[in-house]
């Protein structure tokens, strides 16, 4: 079974960029999508973006601006960087995998989530 | 952009059934995913494909998506089941998740 962690720094000053790293095991990075979701404390899931292992990647229109997802095969790991970033990105961000079956796309597997605050 | 509507919360008595909508323009002809997410823990993955359930999920979650809205049904709901469902269904290739429904279980 696929299993995810999410790593990164837990605090990022307004303004800089946010990095995290979603390293993957039991399973081959060549063998999915993956994608990046957070959720504001007390408050929904937002969907981020994915990638595929060929570096195809889709970002939510929202934040394409400030995003970019990447992938090293050869870790094992796909990244987030998220620029410029405020208080409204302090969130909980999950990496999980994405899953497509005859055109239906689905988050199957969870990493146990980052909490990132945003503050100076 | 696209918009899923969900009710942010609904009330279930042990062992009756509980329905929770995801309502979005045309929404029947795309695919939709339910998740459950219980306080402090990833989302789990319950129903994909409008109907499907992975492996591990009980039978008495089930799924349906016609029209501008779909469903996930709990039957026989337990205590266990008391969390918060998130549907999630794509446009074109954007994910766009629902707003999520706590359901209680009382």
């Known amino acids: 079974q696929v299993q995810l962690q999410e790593s990164g720094p837990g605090l990022v000053k307004p303004s800089e960029t946010l990095s995290l790293t979603c390293t993957v095991s039991g399973g081959s990075i060549s063998s999915y999508y993956w994608s990046w979701i957070r959720q504001p404390p007390g408050k929904g899931l937002e969907w981020i973006g994915y990638i595929h292992y060929s570096g195809r990647t889709n970002y939510n229109p929202s934040l394409r601006s400030r995003v970019t997802i990447s992938v090293d095969t050869s870790k094992n790991q796909f990244s987030l960087k998220l620029s410029s970033v405020t208080a409204a990105d302090t969130a909980v961000y999950f990496c999980?995998?994405?899953?497509?079956?005859?055109?239906?796309?689905?988050?199957?597997?969870w990493g146990q989530g980052t909490l990132v605050s945003v503050s100076s | 952009s696209y918009e899923l509507t969900q009710p942010p919360s609904v009330s279930v008595s042990p062992g009756q059934t509980a329905t929770i909508t995801c309502s979005g323009d045309k929404l029947g002809n795309k695919y939709a995913c339910w998740y459950q997410q219980k306080p402090g823990q990833s989302p789990v993955l319950v129903i994909y494909q409008d109907t499907k359930r992975p492996s591990g999920i009980p039978e008495r979650f089930s799924g349906s998506n016609s029209g501008n809205t779909a469903t996930l049904t709990i039957s026989g709901t337990q205590a266990m089941d008391e969390a918060d469902y998130y549907c999630?269904?794509?446009?074109?290739?954007?994910?766009?998740f629902g707003g999520g429904t706590k359901l209680t279980v009382l």
């Open positions: 999980a995998t994405l899953s497509y079956d005859s055109g239906s796309y689905y988050n199957d597997y």
């Open positions: 999630q269904a794509w446009d074109s290739t954007i994910g766009v």
